[in-house]
């Protein structure tokens, strides 16, 4: 943390982007980068800078764009505006091998190894210099590399005999190889142990202290305050604030930045009368989870808050019947949890609606008729008969009713954009009339006029149902929610109506697990 | 049985065994490179009748050899065309492939059913072929037999100690590391599919120049299906494709002079023998393969980025 003198000090409080270190060539330079995909604009002009020796850390939620701008960086996809520099010359990648070849390394959260062959021939697999290989000294310049950089491994193992922190490194050995001038490390904690992450963090440091540039990528608080000089947020496709790690005041002004407050579209609600409980969760632990409390009516509207990885997952899981609870009692519509799930009904019980709308949701190469069957079919059932024709109206219906473009039942899941294919999601889960409904993330990834639709319809199932709502986006929780609940490894910090302005205000420490 | 028997039979089994360690190395190097060839049996009948038709007309033995493995390159690129470009079924193209193989040779070679050709000459080579019992069984066979001696290491040298032959198998354990790592595993996996294809022509070739010295339809007779096997049970690698190949060349042997002696046995199920070991050794080799090297990704093409 030293060498930076030039740069103005700024507190957080009013954010600078493109923090630089006076005389210092930055080694990648982003200069007002966007792009944009069909109906989302990805990145917004993103000016960062990336210097040598210090470790930036780029923080933010899924869908906040922060792996569009990898994949620009690495060469894979072009900027529709702005452009990059690297060592002060502009770039303009047309394949990820220049990218490589202008020294930016990527390691990525899924590892391209060959798990069959031996770490050295995995790091020098298309450098290895010559036609004949010689084994004894690829072994020897792995091995002195690793030493070099603090990465002890075997260059003898078989990757695939390795663990996950020591496959990382093999990943890591093989940018060093080439003499990656800047690294960038995608959730590259997401992986490994508690005890892999501390030496991948000395690693990082170990390489930063040899000149390198690295980019950390992630959203877990803790590990970036903890490694990195440097930190960026993103969100929504753009930069919220750059600081340096040293003037971060609070990790709870950190995390109400990346999670964010701005509100980009503002929806009526009028209060429903709260009717029966539908949803009632005791002292729920397990698997990620410690004593979770909390009860839902129809009516009402219970947003779970945090940054993701802190138990929402873990909590939908459980209440949508994929895990048993291990300890604690949830009672859904006053059964509890196993009665309620061995005598599943299809209609007038639960509908979820899961994060991930294109993989859990729909099966991408069936048509929306066979979409709609996937969690109705009891519905259309005649003995071992299914009534298609039936099927194909109601699907029609639907798609006329929640407005799915393309107006077409023949359709394949894939073909429709992110917002229609959540509008059909919603209008399908709707209509098994569910007293309890959980959605994830539901607005993540769509545009304005879409995120207004489901937000609509999400109002209105409140006539017949409870919502439990786990959201990112506290934007989000606070227009559509009654009550929220502020998560925490795992645990509740504290639930609390949306009317309880003080608590609101707190929502960032408790989501950086500060109770006070 | 007589010493001298035995090791006439013994010098037999090399002579059955060497067609089938060319098209076993050769399937090894195609599956190395990710691509499964089912077409093997088709491409030594091809490549038989192409170097036997080489050397009838030309009179050159060497020239038919060329001719053979030219054959089994080429038809071996209409499957990597199949597979690399159109992204064609591997296990489709291939059994086109020994349909349209065999099929083609015995069309092209009726007209040429029951003539000879001068082929390779036995060789005793030199001090070695003195040797006591070793020099009757190996060293007085023709070249072919020796070229084949080598050619397990050459393969063997090729996979595992060049360049070349790491990229080759990264293409097919996981084409996309080898992307990543800057190589062309299409280009890669291309090569590998039309080595092997010289390799398995070579032991066509083999067949009709220095086995039989003539023309006969199905010559090729079950060897490249028993090769396909073969790889499976040499777990993919060169050194035990040898035993493999030997192995199976005694039994073939074995069972020839069995119906030479004139024994009671019905030859259908002499003729049996060699099969029914295939099935034998494969469920074995099954059985016992947890990591048996088998390359991961192993009849899966690749797929262009979209």
């Known amino acids: ?516 | 049985m007589s010493p001298e028997l035995v090791i006439a039979l013994l010098a037999a089994a090399v002579q059955a065994g060497t067609p089938i360690l060319f098209a076993t190395l050769g399937e090894i190097i195609s599956e190395k490179a990710g691509v499964l060839n089912l077409g093997v049996e088709g491409v030594m009948a091809l490549s038989a009748f192409a170097a036997f038709i080489t050397c009838h007309l030309t009179g050159s033995a060497w020239l038919g050899l060329l001719a053979g493995g030219m054959a089994g390159t080429l038809l071996c690129g209409l499957h990597s065309l199949v597979c690399q470009v159109f992204l064609g079924n591997q296990v489709v193209s291939g059994l086109a492939l020994t349909l349209f193989g065999v099929g083609l040779a015995t069309f092209l070679g009726t007209p040429y059913v029951g003539q000879s050709t001068e082929g390779f000459a036995k060789i005793a080579l030199p001090l070695l072929s003195d040797l006591p019992v070793l020099g009757p069984i190996f060293f007085r066979h023709d070249v072919l037999v020796y070229l084949c001696y080598a050619s397990p290491v050459a393969v063997w040298f090729l996979l595992n100690r060049t360049s070349l032959g790491l990229g080759l198998r990264a293409a097919g354990e996981m084409p996309a590391a080898a992307a990543a790592a800057g190589l062309k595993p299409q280009r890669l996996r291309a090569f590998g599919v039309m080595a092997g294809g010289f390799l398995c022509g070579l032991g066509g070739a083999y067949l009709s120049l220095a086995h039989t010295h003539l023309w006969t339809t199905g010559l090729s007779g079950g060897r490249g299906w028993v090769a396909v096997a073969l790889v499976i049970f040499a777990f993919w690698r060169p050194g035990r494709a040898v035993i493999g190949a030997f192995l199976f060349g005694s039994v073939m042997a074995f069972q020839l002079r069995l119906q030479a002696t004139g024994t009671n046995v019905p030859s259908s199920l002499l003729l049996m023998l060699p099969y029914a070991l295939t099935v034998i050794v494969l469920v074995f080799s099954a059985a016992r393969a947890r990591r048996s090297g088998a390359p991961a990704a192993l009849g899966v093409n690749i797929e262009p980025e979209d």
């Open chain 1, 1 to 516: 943390m030293n060498g930076h003198e030039g740069s103005e000090r700024l507190t957080s409080a009013t954010p600078r982007t493109d923090i630089g270190v006076a005389d210092v060539l930055p080694m990648v330079r982003l200069c007002g980068v966007s792009k944009r995909f069909v109906q989302v604009l990805a990145n917004d002009r993103i000016s960062l800078s990336f210097m040598p020796g210090r470790i930036k850390a780029l923080l933010g939620e899924n869908g906040a764009g922060k792996s569009t701008l990898m994949a620009m960086l690495a060469g894979r996809f072009k900027p529709d505006a702005g452009h990059m520099e690297v060592a002060g010359q502009p770039v303009d990648f047309a394949s990820p091998r220049e990218a490589i070849a202008a020294g930016i390394g990527m390691v990525y959260q899924h590892f391209m190894l060959v798990e069959n062959m031996t770490v050295a021939e995995n790091v020098l697999l298309g450098q290895e210099g010559g036609i004949m290989l010689n084994p004894t000294a690829m072994r020897r310049r792995v091995a002195e590399l690793a030493e070099r950089f603090g990465l002890g491994i075997d260059a003898r193992a078989r990757v695939g005999d390795l663990s996950m922190g020591e496959r990382q490194r093999v990943e890591i050995l093989k940018l060093l190889h080439r003499e990656s001038k800047i690294l960038i490390f995608d959730e590259p904690t997401a992986v490994l142990t508690p005890v892999e992450a501390e030496s991948l963090f000395a690693a990082l440091r170990a390489m930063s202290a040899q000149g390198k540039s690295i980019v950390f990528i992630s959203h877990k608080l803790e590990e970036v305050l903890s490694v990195a000089d440097e930190i960026a947020i993103l969100r929504r496709g753009r930069i919220e604030g750059e600081f340096l790690a040293s003037e971060v005041e609070s990790p709870a002004e950190l995390a109400r930045r990346m999670v964010g407050r701005d509100v980009v579209l503002e929806i009526e609600r009028e209060a429903v009368a709260p009717g029966r409980l539908v949803l009632d969760v005791k002292h729920l632990s397990g698997g990620g989870l410690d004593d979770v409390s909390f009860d839902l009516r129809r009516g009402e509207i219970l947003a779970i808050v945090g940054v993701a990885g802190n138990g929402q997952q873990q909590l939908v899981e459980v209440v949508c019947g994929l895990e048993k609870p291990r300890g604690g009692q949830v009672d859904i519509l006053g059964q509890d949890w196993v009665n309620f799930f061995q005598s599943r009904a299809w209609k007038g019980a639960l509908a979820w609606i899961p994060e991930d709308r294109a993989g859990l949701a729909t099966c991408r190469g069936l048509n929306l008729t066979d979409n709609l069957l996937l969690t109705t079919r009891q519905g259309f059932a005649h003995g071992q008969w299914l009534e298609r024709s039936r099927a194909s109206e109601t699907a029609q219906g639907l798609v006329r009713e929640h407005n799915v473009q393309p107006g077409n039942i023949e359709a394949q899941a894939w073909q429709l954009s992110g917002g229609n294919l959540q509008k059909f999601v919603l209008a399908r889960e709707l209509y098994r009339e569910p007293r309890l409904v959980v959605a994830e993330q539901p607005t993540q990834g769509l545009d304005v006029a879409a995120t207004e639709a489901v937000w609509r319809r999400l109002l209105e199932v409140r006539k017949t149902a409870g919502l439990l709502l786990v959201t990112g986006d506290l934007a989000e929780a606070l227009q559509l929610a009654d009550r929220v609940a502020v998560m925490f490894r795992g645990r509740i910090m504290n639930q609390f109506p949306v009317s309880d302005a003080a608590q609101v205000e707190r929502i960032g420490s408790l989501m950086a697990g500060l109770k006070d």
